[in-house]
C-alpha cells in the first residue's frame, strides 16, 4: 500500500519550454503532497507544501510564478516548471501523506530527472 | 521547527549490524521520527517510523531514548543492496513540513 507514481520519470527539453509534472497517490487519498528538488551529492530540499483545493505554499526563495503548483484532487498534484532554463536542471520528487495525523509519514514518488539543454 | 542532524558517512562489511543516530534536540512533543532509504536517481523509500522507546518491522529497528532528543536506527546483517543514504526526519504534526538533513552515507563492502 501507500504508492506513489511521478510521471515522468525524466525529461530532456529546450530552454524556454514549461515541462509539466504529475504525482499520483495510487492506492490513498493525499490530502498533502510536498514537492522536493534535489541536485546531486545533496540532500532533498523542500520546495512547496500543497494541500488540496487550496494554493500550495512556497518555501522562501522558490518562485511560485516559476514553479506552479497544483492540487485538484485527493489523488493528483503536478508541477509546472514554467519557461524552464538550464539552471532549473535537478531532481524533481514529489511526496504524498494518507491523512494529517501525527504518524502518517510521507511516500515519495521515484522522482522525475528534468534536463534543460 | 526539528532540525536533524547525522553523520555524513558509515562503512560497514556486509553481515554486519549497522546503527545510524540522528539528534533532534529540539523535536516537539507530537512529532514522530521517520527513517528514509535513497538509492541513487530514486525517491527516499519508508523504512520506519517511531514516536518512543523500540520499534521493529522486518527490516531494521528504531531505539529512542526517553528524551527523544536522538534515535538510532539498526540494520541488521546488512548486505550490498543495503548501501545507500539514511535520512531521518522529525515532524508530522497535522500539516507541519518536512526538512531533510544531510542524511548519512551507508557503504557496505564485501
Known amino acids: 500500500g501507500a504508492v506513489v507514481s511521478q510521471h515522468p520519470s525524466w525529461v530532456i527539453c529546450k530552454s524556454g519550454t514549461s515541462v509539466k509534472i504529475e504525482c499520483r497517490s495510487l492506492d490513498f487519498q493525499a490530502t498533502t503532497m510536498f514537492w522536493y528538488r534535489q541536485f546531486p551529492k545533496q540532500s532533498l530540499m523542500l520546495m512547496a507544501t500543497s494541500n488540496e483545493g487550496s494554493k500550495a505554499t512556497y518555501e522562501q526563495g522558490v518562485e511560485k510564478d516559476k514553479f506552479l503548483i497544483n492540487h485538484a484532487s485527493l489523488t493528483l498534484s503536478t508541477l509546472t516548471v514554467t519557461s524552464a532554463h538550464p539552471e532549473d536542471s535537478s531532481f524533481y520528487i514529489c511526496?504524498?501523506?494518507?491523512?494529517?495525523?501525527?504518524?502518517?509519514?510521507?511516500?515519495f514518488g521515484d522522482g522525475t530527472r528534468l534536463s534543460i539543454l | 521547527l526539528a532540525k536533524t542532524t547525522q553523520p555524513i558517512s558509515m562503512d560497514s562489511y556486509e553481515g554486519q549490524e549497522v546503527n545510524i543516530t540522528c539528534s533532534h534536540n529540539?523535536?516537539?512533543?507530537?512529532?514522530?521520527i521517520t527513517w528514509y532509504q535513497q538509492f541513487p536517481s530514486q525517491g527516499p523509500r519508508f523504512i520506519i517510523q517511531?514516536?518512543?522507546t523500540k520499534v521493529t518491522n522486518e527490516v531494521a529497528s528504531l531505539f529512542i531514548p526517553a528524551d527523544r532528543k536522538s534515535s538510532t536506527l539498526s540494520l541488521p546483517r546488512v548486505s550490498l543492496s543495503d548501501t545507500a543514504v539514511y535520512y531521518c526526519?522529525?515532524?508530522?504534526?497535522?500539516?507541519?513540513?518536512?526538512?531533510f538533513g544531510s542524511g548519512t552515507k551507508l557503504n557496505v563492502k564485501p
Open positions: 529540539n523535536i516537539a512533543t507530537n512529532d514522530y
Open positions: 511526496s504524498a501523506r494518507n491523512g494529517t495525523r501525527n504518524n502518517q509519514p510521507q511516500h
Open positions: 526526519l522529525v515532524g508530522g504534526n497535522n500539516f507541519n513540513k518536512f526538512y
Open positions: 517511531g514516536y518512543k
